[in-house]
């Protein structure tokens, strides 16, 4: 499956942004889906993540509260709806995929993952 992420861009502090994710290639409904980010000079960190089913979701403690995810099977793509942002928020974000037949677990960690898209930036201007 190819994943193509999109929707960054520069922002002010306190804005709004939708990140999309789109699959290519295969459905998205056989896949656990999830959010990353790095930060410069940083680790790529979990963000957000949506079980296959899309009953869970699961945030880093930085984000819960400002961030959702959320997936349209239909649409082959999921969503992280990004509030109240923060320059501590600037990266670029990646989008991943985890093929699992559970469907109801979200999976934290960037190894789990087998696909990746190609990241997009978003930058949070103070």
Do not use: H
Not at 99 to 124: C, K, M, P, R, S
């Amino acid at each position: 499956v190819q994943l193509q992420a999109s929707g960054g861009g520069l922002v002010q502090v306190g804005d709004s942004l939708r990140l999309s994710c789109q699959a290519f290639g295969r459905t998205i409904g056989n896949f656990g889906m999830g959010w990353f980010r790095q930060a410069p000079g940083k680790e790529r960190e979990f963000v957000a993540g949506i079980s296959r089913s899309g009953i869970n979701t699961y945030y880093t403690d930085s984000v819960k509260g400002r961030f959702t995810s959320s997936r349209d099977n239909a649409k082959n793509t999921v969503y992280l709806q990004m509030n109240s942002l923060k320059p501590e928020d600037t990266a670029v974000y990646y989008c991943a995929a985890k093929e699992d037949l559970n469907t109801i677990v979200v999976f934290t960690i960037a190894q789990q993952y087998d696909y990746w898209g190609q990241g997009t930036l978003v930058t949070v201007s103070s």
